[in-house]
């Protein structure tokens, strides 16, 4: 079985500070990882994902993350914070092979304050 | 581009009523997936779809869910004899194909109160 865990529940930051949120994961083989991110009253968006090749990921809105095999984690990180980066965001993983393949398992989300 | 629908946005519903959501997909989109989100989680994978074949309910998935997607595109939800334990948001999410390409294009969702 996967698992995921998003350590902090809640993170605030300085617009213009470094975001980092973190995310490990538990799986049996190396999944497929993806951050997503939800705006109050909206679905889900996709910000960055990975499968295989280069372990630094490059996503919208300026956000990238890097898979770290060796430390199970794939943490989402940001230079330079905007207000507009306030939201909700998951981590999530998927198998990469199997019948399952596709089926997305979450983290319980962080929630991201941006201050002025 | 139309994205992900789904219908209603909002339903409140007395314990015991029956409800019915719908979602719409990407045009020719092959996946279809059902979530459920409640307060301060992360989406839990119910079940997902391709074309019509539905090919894995989560446990989570109780004998009073049921889905369908008679034709390979719209998809219903349906949950019957409604508990207050089932107050959540529902959201779908398509994508084309499946394997390492594949991105999931979640809907808005339906906010499910039982009252």
């Known amino acids: 079985a996967q698992s995921v865990t998003q350590l902090g529940s809640h993170v605030s930051v300085s617009e213009g500070a470094l975001v980092l949120l973190r995310c490990n994961y538990s799986?049996?083989?190396?999944?497929?990882l993806f951050w997503y991110v939800q705006y109050p009253n909206q679905g889900l968006q996709l910000l960055l994902k990975?499968?295989?090749?280069?372990?630094l990921v490059k996503g919208i809105n300026g956000f990238e993350a890097e898979f770290k095999k060796s430390e199970t984690s794939f943490h989402l990180t940001k230079p330079s914070a905007h207000m507009s980066d306030a939201a909700e965001y998951f981590c999530?993983?998927?198998?990469?092979?199997?019948?399952?393949?596709?089926?997305?398992?979450f983290g319980q989300g962080t929630i991201l304050t941006v201050h002025p | 581009d139309t994205g992900v629908s789904q219908d209603p946005r909002h339903k409140i519903t007395k314990r015991g009523q029956n409800v019915t959501f719908r979602c719409d997909p990407i045009?020719?989109?092959?996946?279809l997936y059902w979530y459920r989100q409640t307060l301060g989680q992360g989406p839990e994978f119910l079940t997902y779809?391709?074309?019509?074949?539905?090919?894995?309910k989560s446990r989570l998935l109780s004998d009073r869910f049921s889905a369908e997607r008679p034709k390979g595109s719209f998809s219903t939800l349906e949950i019957q004899r409604t508990e207050q334990g089932d107050s959540a948001m529902y959201l779908c999410?398509?994508?084309?194909?499946?394997?390492?390409?594949?991105?999931?294009?979640f809907g808005p969702g339906t906010r499910l109160l039982v009252l």
């Open positions: 999410a398509s994508s084309l194909g499946g394997g390492r390409e594949e991105t999931q294009y």
């Open positions: 799986s049996s083989v190396p999944p497929y």
């Open positions: 990975y499968t295989t090749g280069a372990t």
């Open positions: 999530a993983v998927s198998p990469s092979g199997g019948t399952s393949y596709g089926k997305l398992t």
């Open positions: 045009s020719e989109h092959n996946r």
């Open positions: 779809f391709q074309n019509e074949a539905q090919l894995e």
